[in-house]
Every structure is written in C-alpha cells, then in structure tokens.
C-alpha cells in the first residue's frame, strides 16, 4: 500500500473515532427521567406548599442551579449524590440508596439523625403526614433532560 494511502487510511480512521466519541450527551446537573410510579400516599398540592416553606430556601429544581442543596428535578427514583456539579457529603456518596419513600421519610425526619455528616442542615419535620405530602410531591417533579449537541 503507497504511503499516501496509509496516511489517508489513518486520517479517516482518527476523523471516525473522534466523531464517535462526539454526539449528544446529557448535562452533569440533570437526572434521569423519573421511572418510579407517583408516591400517593401524601398530597401533592400540600407537598408543594411545604416544600416551598421547609425546601425551596437551599433546593432550586431548574438543573444547572443548585443552591446550599442540589436541585431537586426528578428526584425520585434517582440514585443519591449523582450529579456533578454538586459536592455531596461522603457519606451520601457512600450511601448506594436511591431516592424513594423509604430513604427520603427518614432523610426528610432528620438529616442529621440518618446520616450525622450530611450537608442538609434543616430543622427535623417530625410529622410522618407532612413528610408524606413532600415525597408526593418530589415524586411529581419529572422533566425530559435537555440533550445537548457535543459536536458543536
């Protein structure tokens, strides 16, 4: 083969990895969709109002505006500490639990209880009911990922 033609063949095969690993990709702030049924054990419509007096001061749930706490956008059903543009505590990035009713009630009652050297400094919320409406809702917040175009 003419050496011409091995530098060409070399060309188009780094032009094709490179293209390869180029393409759409999904934004470190944003989660997976929610795959998880809605919890309806609580209200929504109370959740919303409470997550808005007890949450929304150190929770954003727009991706890419995390506060004193990450965004909250599909949530639920979502492995803890996954995104990256968030500082987790060690313990939560150690935790391998996955947001649902059974690790968001006791996370929700006390933070610091649960996990002693977690970032979440609220005040305990010692009632299972408004614990309830708030997983309802966070069970709620569901948006498609903004897929972004890596090749541009």
């Known amino acids: 083969m003419p050496i011409a033609s091995c530098y ?3 060309g188009l095969t780094a032009a094709a990895l490179f293209i390869s690993a180029c393409g759409e990709s999904i934004p470190p702030d944003y989660r997976e969709a929610v795959t998880l049924p809605v919890y309806i054990e ?3 419509d109370n959740g919303a109002i409470i997550y808005q007096d007890a949450c929304g001061q150190c ?3 727009n991706a890419g505006l995390n506060k004193k706490g990450p965004q ?3 949530i639920y059903g979502a492995p803890a500490a996954e995104l990256e543009d968030y500082a987790y505590s060690a313990g939560l990035q150690d935790s391998g639990w996955v947001w649902d009713a059974e690790t968001l009630d006791p ?3 006390d933070a610091q209880k649960i996990m002693p050297d977690s970032k ?3 005040n ?3 009632d299972a009911t408004e614990r309830a409406d708030v997983i309802a809702y ?3 917040l569901r948006a498609e990922p903004v897929i972004t175009d890596d090749t541009q």
């Open 124 to 126: 305990p919320m010692p």
């Open 59 to 61: 929770h954003q749930l």
């Open 42 to 44: 609580g209200d929504v």
């Open 120 to 122: 979440m400094l609220s």
């Open 8 to 10: 060409r063949l070399i």
């Open 138 to 140: 966070l069970s709620t």
């Open 107 to 109: 996370y929700i009652a």
């Open 72 to 74: 909250l956008m599909n």
